[in-house]
């Protein structure tokens, strides 16, 4: 697969954000209709024959279609995970979720390092296809512990059926979207590109409009849209959509600064980044740890951090920056993005009644990888665009289009910090 062009990597990525996206609207309700252990152990398998079509991958289209794949059983088994917590710990889920945050924060510090040693590895000959092939045994044990002791509740809407149209007019309007935004500079933005980013907005009205009338005629719908009229919830919407939008874009533009441009291996570029990784998994422990008393104060700090690291980091890249240069701002970076982690999304509901919590959370947690999409397909079309060619790319341009972007991030990062006024000043509190 190394002689798929670099451009090509940032839709493989953004294709598994989208297809999250899309299914996480269907996901949480499938486990409504058909328990939540059931779906978790489907999205499970799933994820693991997908992730077995990865590595054995023979063409980047085989690829991207296989990484779709992952992103939908992915959006199968993900609502699950935290739809079961909630249903475990009751009361006390506030708890659980503040245990969860740090060990989220150490799978970001092992993820990439892992992966940047299995490349640099290249046990049994397989070099990048281990990525995907470590995937089967972490799945087979956990479909061995998850079918031992998850529990098997009572479906919460047993006998619903799912609202098929809706998740059609649903992913269509989010394709609509992204794809254009992700392809449209590769290809010179023609007319039809175009055309189709102005097509999402009617695509997702109507797509509105049918679950408004599904509401009124008292049918099952994917999305309570009665969430969207309290302020401080659509004010939530907005915030993930440039929260995740600029840390998955910024981080997408790092790795391949470090790599196409520095020339750095994976596991040299992994281990740069560490320090970004191991400030987030302490960032999530602060974060859970002063949020009954801050609120979303914990929010405003966090960026504040963010900001302070992507401005100096912006100050110490040079012609050619080192990678001891990157420590220092990457690992402030991570801290204060780590921070925002755990108490997003109880805050960002934390104006809504118990009733309304389901649907607008599996709402928020599709467009978080939405959010993630966009930040793909923008901050890696401009890093590209300033760029130029990257086969035929200097030293001096990689760090010009590293820096454009950099500066981006700090613009929406800027943004983000105006819009978590908007959100309710406490998180919500479980019953």
């Known amino acids: 697969m190394s002689g798929a062009r670099p451009r090509r990597c940032k ?29 978790m152990i489907v999205g499970v398998v799933g994820f693991l024959a997908a992730s077995a079509l990865c590595a054995v991958s023979v063409s980047p289209e085989m690829l991207l279609t296989s990484r779709v794949l992952q992103g939908l059983f992915g959006a199968v088994l993900v609502p699950q995970s935290f739809g079961l917590i909630r249903e475990l710990f009751g009361p006390d889920v506030s708890k ?49 512990v998850g079918a031992r002791v ?75 849209l009665g969430v969207f009229a309290k302020r401080s919830y659509t004010s939530g919407v907005a915030f993930l959509i440039a929260f995740f939008g600029v840390i998955t874009g910024f981080s997408l533009a790092v ?20 320090p970004w990784a191991v ?52 690992t402030v970076y991570g801290l204060g993005m780590g921070m925002i982690f755990v108490p997003l999304f109880d805050i960002i509901v934390g104006d809504l009644s118990d009733e309304e919590i389901g649907s607008a ?19 890696g079309t401009v890093f590209f665009s300033t760029v130029g060619s990257p086969l035929h790319a200097g030293i001096a341009e990689f760090v010009h289009a590293a820096k454009v972007v950099t500066v981006i991030a700090i613009g929406l990062t800027v943004v983000t910090f105006a819009l978590g006024f908007l959100l309710p000043k406490k998180a919500k509190q479980a019953h």
Do not use: C
């Not at 394709?175 to 590109?193: I, R």
């Not at 790795?255 to 560490?274: D, E, I, N």
């Not at 928020?364 to 397909?377: F, H, K, P």
């Open 361 to 379: 959370s599996g709402v928020l947690t599709s467009v978080e990888q939405l959010g993630a999409s966009l930040g793909i397909a923008v901050l």
């Open 11 to 39: 839709w493989i990525a953004a294709g598994y954000t989208l297809a999250m996206a899309v299914g996480l609207l269907v996901g949480g309700r499938l486990g409504d209709i058909y328990g939540r252990k059931r779906m």
């Open 279 to 330: 400030g987030a998994f302490i960032g999530s422990a602060l974060g859970a740890t002063v949020l009954a008393k801050l609120g979303r104060h914990v929010l405003h700090i966090g960026l504040s951090l963010m900001a302070v690291g992507l401005v100096v980091l912006l100050a110490v890249m040079g012609d050619v920056p080192s990678a001891g240069a990157l420590v220092t701002p990457l």
């Open 96 to 144: 659980a979720f503040a245990m969860l945050g740090p060990v989220i924060g150490l799978a970001t510090v092992l993820g990439p390092v892992v992966a940047g040693v299995l490349v640099d590895a290249d046990l049994f000959g397989q070099g990048w296809r281990m990525i995907f092939l470590i995937n089967v045994p972490l799945g087979a044990f956990a479909l061995y």
């Open 255 to 274: 790795g391949l600064f470090l790599q196409l441009g520095l020339g750095y291996q994976p596991l040299h570029a992994s281990l740069t980044m560490a």
């Open 150 to 224: 998850l529990p098997s509740g009572e479906p919460a809407a047993r006998g619903q059926r799912l609202d098929v149209k809706g998740a059609i007019l649903a992913a269509a309007g989010m394709f609509l979207l992204v794809y254009p935004l992700t392809q449209g500079h590769e290809l010179g933005w023609p007319a039809w590109t175009l055309a189709m980013l102005a097509a999402s907005v009617p695509a997702i009205g109507i797509f509105a409009g049918y679950q408004a009338k599904r509401a009124r005629n008292n049918r099952s719908v994917l999305v309570r």
